[in-house]
Structures are given as structure tokens and as C-alpha cells.
């Protein structure tokens, strides 16, 4: 090649052997990071808003529910984490998901309950709506579902706790220093 031509290259063949080599704590702590940030911040349900172009026309853009993604990020977290679970960590976390579970029965028996309770024209307006009932699963239109919602934000937030008390215990990830 000679000095007159220029090569170019892709950003990745300028990253060092050193940063492809694979670090569970930093995998780790990238995840507890994005759950915490995610917990953080406002819980509420999934919603469009608009949004203008520099030409005024009008877009419709969905803004996803917060509680959603906390609990996605908690459930991404469990599957980095699972290696390192010790056995308290193992049971308590089954424990939070039974009780989970427990609760999702708890409203889907009264959802059933106040369905078949219902007054026929109220069913018929639901249905419009493209809510119905389904045994043994909740709908997301009816009462039921955002109580459930609660519960199952309540129950991984304690289980990202968990998470955190089983790292304390393993003590395997050792303080880093971290520049911004």
C-alpha cells in the first residue's frame, strides 16, 4: 500500500484483546445497574403520545410501560446472575415466586367471579373493547390485572434485593473502580 491510500478500518479492529475478553461482574453489574435505573423511575402503565416534525405533521408513538421493562431487566438479571445463586438465594427466590404465583390464582378466581357477575351490557361493552375473559389468565383491561402488575413489581423488586444479598455473601466481585 502506498502512502497516498488510505485504509479504512471498522471501530471493532481498533478495540484491544483486553476488552473482548469476558467478565461476569462486569456483566453483572451492567445488569443490576439497568434494574435499579429502571426501578428508579416512575411505574406506570404503557402509553401513546404524540409527536410533531419539523413539517407539524402528527405521530402517534408508543412510550412503553415502565413496570414492564423493570421487571424484563430483573428477569434478564436472574439468568446472568443463576451461576452464582447460593442455596439461600435459591430457595428465598422460589419463595417470592411461589407467592407470585399464589397471587396471580388469587386474582384470576375473583376476575372469574366478577365476570360471570357482570351485567350482560357491561360484557357486551368489554367485548367491543376487545376485553374478555379467559379462565386462568388475567385480562389487561379488567380490575384485576394492574393489582397484579403491583404484585409482580413488588415481588421482583425482592427479588433483585435477594440478588444483591446473595452477591454480598458470595463476596466474589471485588471493587472496581469505575471512570465515567
Known amino acids: 500500500m502506498s502512502d ?56 402517534r408513538v408508543w412510550i412503553g410501560d415502565s413496570r414492564d421493562e423493570f421487571i424484563q431487566a430483573v428477569e434478564s438479571l436472574m439468568m446472568i446472575q443463576e451461576r452464582d445463586y447460593d442455596k439461600d438465594a435459591v430457595d428465598n427466590i422460589k419463595a417470592i415466586m411461589d407467592e407470585l404465583a399464589a397471587k396471580y390464582k388469587v386474582h384470576c378466581e375473583q376476575e372469574a367471579k366478577e365476570w360471570i357477575a357482570m351485567q350482560h351490557p357491561v360484557k357486551i361493552n368489554f367485548l367491543r373493547k376487545g376485553m374478555y375473559f379467559v379462565e386462568g389468565k388475567l ?16 415481588a421482583y423488586t425482592k427479588i433483585y434485593s435477594e440478588i444483591q444479598k446473595s452477591i454480598k455473601r458470595i463476596g466474589d466481585y471485588g471493587e472496581e473502580l469505575w471512570e465515567a
Request: glycine share 6%; with cysteine; proline share 3%.
Open 4 to 59: 497516498d491510500e488510505i485504509e479504512i478500518r471498522e471501530p471493532s479492529e481498533y478495540t484491544s484483546k483486553k476488552d473482548e475478553v469476558y467478565s461476569h461482574s462486569s456483566l453483572v453489574m451492567s445488569a443490576l445497574k439497568v434494574a435499579q435505573e429502571k426501578r428508579a423511575g416512575e411505574m406506570r402503565d404503557g402509553y401513546y403520545n404524540t409527536k410533531f416534525d419539523k413539517l407539524g405533521n402528527a405521530h
Open 139 to 154: 385480562c389487561s383491561g379488567l380490575r384485576n390485572y394492574p393489582e397484579y402488575l403491583r404484585d409482580k413489581v413488588e
